[in-house]
């Protein structure tokens, strides 16, 4: 049975990204550069969150793949993941929404 | 249309370690892979994915929690520790131990974690230092007399010192720690070094022939480094933090770590080699006893200093923890000075058993302790 802690930091930055245009399908990669999380975060986060029954995917089309390269996966909030989504605390400023990059953190 | 590269077929592996049920990420990955330019980005993309692969699926996770349930019973099974008053020793340790791992995982004085690399990594050697302790007592529990089974004196104070370093360990990890990525990465760093060196250099403290024997001049270049370490991790601390806390705090990381792990390695060493224990009680000091007899009492010898040095460095961790807290109004404080004071006392109280100066460096610690938690002021991070 699932346990009802709350997100991560960084499984929080991903709900954030994701309900902020709820419609959207998002790729992968995009979506970690976005928050900022590489592969080996973001997809443990995102099979998490899809076993969940908190995101949906489905693959590209042929007509939105282009080049001749393989169909990707998109992923977008489910009815749950967006009220999951809507109950995190709003973020004070872009820095602390989303985790910060090696540089940023030398730095801080 | 080049073929697939090297870390396309990379990829290609690391999609057929995932189980059935989640193929579909792996096609996934490989699909992201193929829209990626740039060989380092594509490596850096791949090495992830291989991280995310190894994500123990829902079976998985219910087949590790059933191992390590058959694992913790054969381990008390085989540990003998399934009599009464042993298991009166352990289950206040295991409570206390369990309670602090709730705490780090919550919104408190101890957790969550800090989000970042560097108290995940602290985080995790607390961790492991606290059961490959437990696993030493555990087997220690089956040699009668290294521990003095049945003293309460031994336990307790065992029970104690490990409390108090996973209290530490959590606490400097937390949120609100005032611990820097610096100070703990550089602590951390020299502990390991020191504590590592520290053990080659004194095996069974003062008769056994030292591991560093066969090195160059004897190893005695070895001997300065369990002393530089935290030195090097103040220096390099106040250099790049440039602040003098800091720099403190990565110095007393490093020294209680370090006497911590030689405390460790030790005391492991006589568990699990006694045969490799010096003849430190001699013949003449315990006439007719047998070979079994005289060993045993050697192993009780040769523990003392380790003794000493594991309660050296859990006050140096509380003396850490001390520094680390984030600032607390005077109830706090008051709730504090008991929970840091009482440990040391008893310890200082503990430690008449050992030799003189241990006695001595515990009780100057302990009183340290004590000043730093009444005379820090309350102040905004």
């Known amino acids: ?108 | 249309m080049r073929g697939p590269g090297l870390v396309d077929r990379y990829l290609a592996v690391v999609e057929r370690l995932l189980p059935a049920a989640r193929r579909d990420w792996g096609r996934a990955m490989r699909a992201e892979l193929a829209t990626l330019d740039g060989a380092a980005e594509r490596w850096r993309f791949a090495l992830g994915c291989t991280r995310a692969a190894m994500l123990p699926g829902p079976t998985g996770r219910a087949a590790g929690r059933s191992l390590a349930l058959v694992g913790a019973g054969a381990l008390v099974l085989g540990g003998e520790i399934v009599l009464a008053g042993v298991i009166g020793e352990f289950t206040p340790l295991l409570l206390a131990l369990a309670l602090l791992a709730w705490l780090g995982r919550r919104p408190s004085y101890f957790g969550p974690v800090r989000p970042d690399r560097a108290a995940r990594i602290a985080r995790s050697c607390g961790y492991c230092l606290a059961a490959a302790c437990l696993v030493a007592l555990v087997v220690a529990e089956g040699l009668p007399g290294l521990f003095r089974p049945g003293s309460l004196r031994s336990g307790t104070l065992f029970a104690l010192v490990l409390t108090m370093v996973v209290a530490a360990f959590l606490a400097m990890t937390a949120r609100t720690t005032r611990l820097g990525g610096t100070a703990m990465i550089s602590g951390i760093g020299a502990g390991l070094v020191a504590g590592a060196a520290g053990f080659v250099v004194l095996p069974f403290e003062r008769i056994g022939t030292p591991l560093a024997h066969g090195l160059p001049w004897q190893g005695t270049g070895l001997a300065a480094l369990p002393f530089a370490a935290p030195a090097v991790a103040a220096l390099v601390t106040g250099w790049r933090a440039r602040r003098s806390d800091q720099a403190v705090m990565a110095a007393l990381c490093a020294a209680a770590l370090g006497a911590l792990l030689i405390a460790l390695a030790g005391l492991s060493a006589i568990v699990f080699l006694p045969e490799r224990v010096p003849d430190i009680v001699g013949p003449v000091m315990i006439p007719g006893a047998t070979a079994a007899q005289r060993q045993l009492e050697n192993s009780i010898e040769a523990s003392d200093p380790y003794f000493g040095l594991l309660v050296f460095g859990a006050l140096l961790a509380a003396l850490l923890w001390a520094m680390a807290r984030p600032p607390a109004r005077a109830g706090a404080t008051i709730a504090l000075v008991l929970l840091l004071g009482v440990p040391p006392i008893v310890l200082a109280g503990t430690a008449r058993d050992f030799p003189g100066t241990t006695g001595i460096a515990t009780a100057a610690v302990a009183v340290l302790i004590g000043a730093m938690v009444t005379a820090r002021p309350a102040r905004p991070a």
């Open chain 1, 1 to 108: 049975m699932p346990r009802n802690r709350p997100p991560s930091p960084q499984t929080s930055s991903v709900l954030r990204a994701l309900v902020a245009d709820p419609d959207a399908w998002r790729y992968g990669y995009e979506l970690g550069r976005e928050v900022g999380l590489k592969a080996g975060s973001l997809y443990p986060i995102l099979i998490r969150l899809a076993e969940r029954e908190l995101l949906e995917a489905r693959w590209e089309d042929q007509s939105e793949a282009s080049g001749g390269r393989p169909p990707r996966h998109l992923y977008r909030l489910t009815g749950a993941g967006r009220e999951l989504a809507s109950t995190l605390a709003p973020v004070a400023s872009r820095t602390s929404a989303q985790p910060r990059g090696r540089h940023e953190l030398r730095n801080a």
